[in-house]
C-alpha cells in the first residue's frame, strides 16, 4: 500500500497554493504534514483524500492512477481541528455511522464500536450525546469513528489543536500509540513542531506551498536539509548567525565566541544554527563554549526555562531544563554545545550533514 | 491601580445547590498585591473564567464579597469598577481604524482630542502598531487585532485591573512567544495589576509572579513558578505543571514507613499522619534516575523528541514514566530505577502530607 | 467521506428541468419573440425591430409607471428597514419570549399574498373596514377608493405589516450571531447604547441587511397580487405599479407587441439593480 503525489500543484487563479509537489507515503506509516497556518497543508489533505482536484499532477493509490476519483469510492477518514460530531446521535450510533451506511451486521458493528471505544476510553460514554462530553471526549469520538471503519487513508487535519493544553498532550502520547498495528496510512497536519516530534514517524516540512524536506522525523529534526525546514522545525525559533570559519577556529561575526568546529567544514563565511535547547545555563556535551548574554526575559514552562537574551546585535533565545529566573536586563552567562551545531553554507544549505 | 482581595467567594449558576458539584466556585479568597502579575491557571471548567467574570463585575458571585483597594466593589458594573478586559477572541471595531479602536475608551469617556493623541500615540508605540494607526481594523492580523483589543485596556489611565482571558488563543504558535514577551514587558513599564486566565502552563508561569492553580472550584495550590514544579501541594498541581506531569503512584504507609511495590521509599515530607482512605507517591519523571538497584522496573516504550527521551515503564506498583537527555543511552529489557528524595512527596487524599 | 455512491438522485431532479423549462425557458422566448414583432393573431408575425422598445422607453404612461414604482419600493424600503432592526433589537434574546416572538413574527409572511390584499381591502373600508371606519369617526376624511393619497397610505401600511418581519428575523439572526465578548469590551471600553449599535451591532448585521435590503427591493419591485386585490391600480392609474400596468397593457389592451418589450425592460431593470446590490456585496467582502 501506498500513496504518491507525482507533480501535484494547486492554482487558484493566479495564486499557487501548492507548488509542483512529489510526495510518496509508504503503507503502515503515520507522516506529519508541518508548517505554519496557510502553508498548504489542508489543501494538501483535500487533494490526498479527493475532496479537492490538484490543477495538474496525479495521485496514485495502490499503483493505481486515482487523480480524480471521487472521495466517497476512496477508502479514507478525515478528522478536523473541529470537534465534528452528529448531535443527535449517541457516542455509539456516532462512531457506529459509517459502519451502518455500508451494512455492516449488527452483532458485528457493535463488537468493532466497543472495541475502538475502549482504546479511545470511550466506554463509559456510549449511550451520552456529543454535547455532555469535553472537548477531548468530543474529539476522541471524531477519533473513533475514523478508526472503526478500515481506511487505507487516514487523514487528521489538526486534531488537538482546539484542545485544552494538557489534554493535547495526553492525546498526543495516545496517538502513535492506536495506529501501531493498523494498515493504513496516516497522515497528520500540525503546526506545532513539538507535535511532530512527539508523533514520530516521518515528517514533511511545509513553508509557503512548497515540501521543503521529507524524511524521518528525527531525522528532519537532527539533519535539515537546509536553512527553511530546519526554521520550520524550530519551537522555539532556530538561532541563527553568522560565522567565519578560518583554520580549525570558528568565530561569530563580532569576535564575541570562538571555538573549534566538530565536524570538518572548508574555510568560509557560514550561517550557524543553534536550537534552543543547545543553550543552556549549565554546560552539556563534552564541547561547550561560553557566551555572554544581556536577558530579556524568561520564560517558564512548567519544567523548563526559555531565556530570550541579545548577545551584540544578535537576538537569541536558549532553553534549560528546571525553572531559571532571570531578571530582565541582567547579565548573565550561557553555555552552547558546539556539538550540536548545524553550519549552512551560502545557499542554505547543510554542510555537516552526517 | 489597586490591590484586589476575594473574601470567601463562592459561585453557582444553579438556583438550588444539593452538593459539592453544583458549585462552579467554592470558598475561594485570594490577596492580589498592587501592581502584581498573577495567573488563574487550570483545565477547563475548573471555574477560572467564572472567578474572571465575577473579579470584572460581568458576574455577581452567589456568596462572597470583591475588594479594590478595600473597597467593596461586588455590587458594581465593569465600568463602575474600572477595569479593562481582553477577551479569548480579539474584540474589535471593525469599521474602525486602528486609531479610532485605540481611541474609543477615551473618547467614551470625553478626554480631550489633544490628550486622546498623545495617549494613543503612546500606547501604538509601546505595542508596534504605529504604523497601521490609519488602516482599518478588520484588515489586520489575528495578533494584530489582539494587540488592539489589549490597546484599548492600556489607553486608559485609570485602570483597576487589568484581566486577560486566555488572550493567545488565536495567535500563531510562532507569534505567541513574541506576544508573551510583549506582554511581560508591557507589565514591567506599566505596573498595573493583571491577572492572567489560561489552560496554558507556560503562559501562566512566564507572566505571573504568583500563580493561582484551580481545579473543580477550589484553588490546590497559589504559588512560584519554583514552588509549583518543585513541590507540588496537591496531586492535580504535580500532575497539571510539568510535561509530561507527576508520577502519581499508590503506595501504603505503615508506622510512618513508605512502601510502594514492595519496595521502602524515602520521601522529602515527613509522615505525621496516615489515617488516608488513599494515599500516593508524587515523583516527576526528571526526578528518576536509573541504577543497578532500587526499583525493578520493564521498559515498555521509548520516544526521543529530538531533545528529551520519554520511557514509559513498568513495575509491580504501577506504570512510571521517566524523562531523560535525548543523548542518554537506555537500557533495553529489564532495569532498575530509584526516585531522587528531595522531590519525592507522599500525598494522603491528593493533599499533601506535612 | 462516508457516503456511498448512488446515482439515483438525478432522476428526481428531471422534474424540475422539465418544469423550469416550460415555465421560464419558454415563455421567456415567447417573449423576446413578441417585442420584436407585430402579431394579428392567427400566428401571423410582421418584424419590427426595435420598435417596440423605442416605444415603451419613450412613452409617458411607462415613465409615470417607473416613477411610481421607485417610489413604492423607496418608500417601504426606509421604512421596513429601520423597523425591522428597530424591533429585531427590542426582541428578547433568550427564554419563553424567544419563540412567542418568532411565532408572531412569521405570521404574516405566512399568509398567501391575495389573502393579504383581501384581508386589508375589507379592513379598511371606508364603511364597514375596522379600519376606515376608525380613521373617518376620529375625523379623517379617508377613503382609498377614491382618494389617491390614501391608496398610497394603504398600499404601503399593507406592505409594511406584510413584509417587515422578513427584515426583523434577518436582523434578529444577525444580532444573535455576535459574540457576548464583544458587548463586554464595549461596556468595559464605556460605549453609550448608541455607540454600541453603530459599531458593533449594525457592523455585524451589514451582510444580513444587504440580504435583507435586496430581497425586500426585488419583491417590492415585482409586486402585483397585493396591490391588485387591495386597489387594482386605482383610483384612476395612481397605485398601477409597473407589473400592474403590464398586464393592464398585455390582457387588457392585447398590446402583445410593447407589453413584451416592456416585459423585458423590467426584467433588465430588475437584473441591473441585483447585479449592483451583487457586486457591492462582494466587494465589501473583498475587503474585509
Known amino acids: ?354 | 491601580m489597586a490591590k484586589v482581595t476575594l473574601k470567601n467567594l463562592s459561585h453557582s449558576y444553579l438556583e438550588k445547590q444539593n452538593n459539592n458539584a453544583d458549585w462552579a466556585l467554592r470558598d475561594i479568597s485570594i490577596d492580589w498585591k498592587d501592581s502584581g502579575a498573577y495567573a488563574l491557571l487550570g483545565p477547563s471548567g475548573c471555574g477560572k473564567t467564572t472567578l474572571l467574570n465575577i473579579v470584572s463585575g460581568l458576574l455577581k458571585p452567589t456568596k462572597g464579597n470583591v475588594l479594590f483597594d478595600d473597597k467593596d466593589v461586588t455590587t458594581l458594573n465593569p465600568v463602575e469598577r474600572d477595569i479593562a478586559q481582553i477577551f479569548q477572541f480579539p474584540v474589535i471595531y471593525d469599521t474602525m481604524s486602528v486609531y479610532d479602536n485605540l481611541a474609543f475608551p477615551l473618547k467614551n469617556r470625553g478626554l480631550s482630542d489633544g490628550e486622546i493623541a498623545s495617549k494613543v500615540k503612546e500606547i501604538a508605540e509601546m505595542l508596534e502598531l504605529t504604523s497601521t494607526l490609519k488602516n482599518r481594523a478588520s484588515g489586520l492580523t489575528a495578533d494584530g487585532k489582539q494587540k488592539i483589543s489589549l490597546g484599548r485596556g492600556l489607553v486608559r489611565s485609570d485602570v483597576n485591573v487589568i484581566m486577560f482571558d486566555e488572550p493567545l488563543t488565536v495567535i500563531d504558535p510562532h507569534l505567541k512567544w513574541v506576544l508573551r514577551s510583549k506582554l511581560k514587558e508591557l507589565h514591567q513599564k506599566i505596573n498595573r495589576t493583571m491577572i492572567y486566565v489560561t489552560h496554558d502552563q507556560t503562559e501562566a508561569l512566564t507572566f505571573a509572579d504568583q500563580v493561582v492553580v484551580m481545579h473543580e472550584g477550589q484553588i490546590v495550590q497559589t504559588g512560584t513558578p519554583v514552588e509549583l514544579f518543585e513541590k507540588p501541594k496537591h496531586t492535580f498541581v504535580g500532575h497539571f505543571i510539568g510535561s509530561p506531569g507527576m508520577n502519581i503512584l499508590p503506595c501504603e504507609i505503615k508506622n510512618g514507613e513508605v512502601n510502594f511495590g514492595g519496595q521502602k521509599i524515602s520521601s522529602h515530607n515527613a509522615i505525621k499522619k496516615s489515617n488516608f482512605s488513599k494515599t500516593q507517591i508524587g515523583i516527576r519523571p526528571e526526578f528518576i534516575n536509573f541504577s543497578k538497584e532500587g526499583i525493578p522496573v520493564k521498559i515498555k516504550r521509548v520516544s526521543n523528541t529530538g531533545r528529551h527521551k520519554i520511557i514509559d515503564t513498568e513495575c509491580t506498583g504501577g506504570n512510571i514514566k521517566i524523562l531523560s537527555n535525548a543523548s542518554t543511552e537506555i537500557p533495553s529489557g529489564s532495569t532498575h530505577v530509584t526516585f531522587n528524595k528531595k522531590f519525592t512527596y507522599i500525598y494522603g487524599d491528593n493533599w499533601i502530607i506535612e | 467521506m462516508n457516503k456511498t455512491i448512488n446515482q439515483k438522485a438525478w432522476l428526481f431532479v428531471i422534474p424540475v428541468f422539465v418544469l423550469v423549462a416550460f415555465n421560464a425557458a419558454i415563455p421567456l422566448m415567447t417573449v423576446v419573440n413578441y417585442s420584436f414583432q407585430e402579431t394579428f393573431g392567427n400566428n401571423v408575425f410582421a418584424w419590427e425591430g426595435t420598435r417596440w422598445f423605442k416605444q415603451i422607453l419613450l412613452s409617458e404612461r411607462f415613465h409615470a409607471a417607473l416613477g411610481r414604482q421607485i417610489a413604492f419600493t423607496f418608500i417601504i424600503l426606509l421604512i421596513q428597514i429601520p423597523l425591522g432592526i428597530g424591533i429585531a433589537l427590542t426582541m428578547p434574546k433568550k427564554g419563553w419570549g424567544v419563540p412567542v416572538c418568532l411565532i408572531l413574527m412569521s405570521m404574516p409572511l405566512l399568509i398567501p399574498w391575495n389573502v393579504v390584499g383581501a384581508m386589508w381591502n375589507i379592513f379598511a373600508l371606508p364603511d364597514i373596514g375596522f379600519l376606515g371606519y376608525t380613521l373617518n369617526a376620529i375625523g379623517f376624511d379617508y377613503n382609498f377608493t377614491q382618494q389617491p393619497g390614501d391608496a398610497w397610505f394603504t398600499t404601503i401600511l399593507m406592505d409594511v405589516w406584510h413584509w417587515t418581519s422578513l427584515v426583523v428575523l434577518l436582523s434578529y439572526a444577525g444580532l444573535n450571531s455576535i459574540q457576548p465578548a464583544y458587548y463586554q469590551a464595549a461596556e468595559i471600553d464605556g460605549a453609550s447604547r448608541w455607540a454600541i449599535f453603530r459599531y458593533i451591532e449594525l457592523p455585524k448585521m451589514k451582510k444580513v441587511l444587504t440580504l435583507a435590503i435586496l430581497l425586500r427591493f426585488m419583491d417590492s419591485f415585482m409586486i402585483y397580487t397585493e396591490p391588485f386585490v387591495l386597489t387594482g391600480g386605482g383610483p384612476g392609474n395612481t397605485t398601477a405599479f409597473l407589473s400592474i400596468d403590464l398586464v393592464k397593457m398585455a390582457l387588457g389592451q392585447f398590446d402583445l407587441g410593447p407589453a413584451a418589450a416592456m416585459s423585458l425592460i423590467y426584467f433588465f431593470i430588475v437584473l441591473l439593480v441585483c447585479w449592483v446590490f451583487y457586486n457591492l456585496m462582494m466587494k465589501n467582502e473583498a475587503r474585509s
Open chain 1, 1 to 354: 500500500m501506498s500513496l504518491e503525489l507525482k507533480n501535484i500543484e494547486k492554482k487558484i487563479g493566479i495564486d499557487t497554493h501548492i507548488y509542483p509537489t512529489n510526495l510518496k507515503l509508504e503503507k503502515n506509516t503515520i507522516n506529519v504534514l508541518l508548517g505554519s497556518t496557510l502553508a498548504g497543508k489542508t489543501t494538501l489533505m483535500q487533494i490526498m483524500a479527493g475532496l479537492d482536484k490538484p490543477t495538474s499532477g496525479q495521485i496514485w493509490f495502490n499503483q493505481k492512477n486515482v487523480t480524480g476519483k471521487k472521495v466517497q469510492s476512496r477508502n479514507c477518514s478525515m478528522v478536523y481541528q473541529q470537534f465534528i460530531n452528529y448531535p443527535n446521535y449517541t457516542v455509539f450510533e456516532n462512531i457506529a455511522s459509517p459502519l451502518m451506511i455500508t451494512g455492516v451486521k449488527t452483532d458485528e458493528i457493535k463488537q468493532r464500536v466497543g472495541k475502538v471505544a475502549e482504546l479511545l476510553k470511550l466506554s463509559a460514554m456510549l449511550n451520552k450525546k456529543p454535547d455532555e462530553l469535553s472537548g477531548g471526549q468530543q474529539q476522541r469520538t471524531a477519533l473513533a469513528r475514523a478508526l472503526v471503519k478500515d481506511s487505507d487513508l487516514i487523514l487528521l487535519d489538526e486534531p488537538l489543536a482546539n484542545l485544552d493544553f494538557k489534554l493535547r498532550e495526553e492525546l498526543r502520547e495516545e496517538l502513535p500509540k492506536l495506529f501501531e498495528d493498523r494498515d493504513c496510512i496516516v497522515v497528520y497536519a500540525t503546526t506545532e513542531p513539538s507535535d511532530a516530534l512527539m508523533i514520530g514517524g516521518n515528517t514533511a516540512t511545509l513553508l509557503e506551498g512548497k515540501v521543503i524536506q521529507y524524511g524521518k522525523t528525527l531525522e528532519v529534526y537532527n539533519k535539515p536539509d537546509n536553512l527553511t525546514s530546519a526554521k520550520v522545525f524550530s519551537d522555539p525559533p532556530m538561532n541563527i548567525a553568522e560565522v567565519k570559519k578560518s583554520g580549525d577556529i570558528c568565530k561569530l561575526k563580532d569576535n564575541s565566541v570562538q571555538w573549534k568546529p566538530s565536524t570538518k567544514i572548508k574555510d568560509g563565511i557560514y550561517k550557524i544554527g543553534i536550537r534552543p535547547h543547545n543553550i543552556t545555563t549549565y554546560k552539556e556535551g563534552n564541547n561547550s563554549v561560553e557566551i555572554n548574554g544581556k536577558v530579556q526575559i524568561s520564560e517558564l514552562s512548567g519544567s523548563e526555562s526559555l531565556i530570550h537574551f541579545t548577545n551584540g546585535n544578535l537576538n537569541w533565545v536558549s532553553l534549560s531544563n528546571g525553572i531559571q529566573q532571570k531578571n530582565v536586563g541582567e547579565n548573565t552567562k550561557l553555555y552552547m554545545n558546539t556539538d550540536e551545531f548545524l553550519y549552512f553554507d551560502q545557499n542554505n544549505r547543510l554542510v555537516n550533514n552526517g
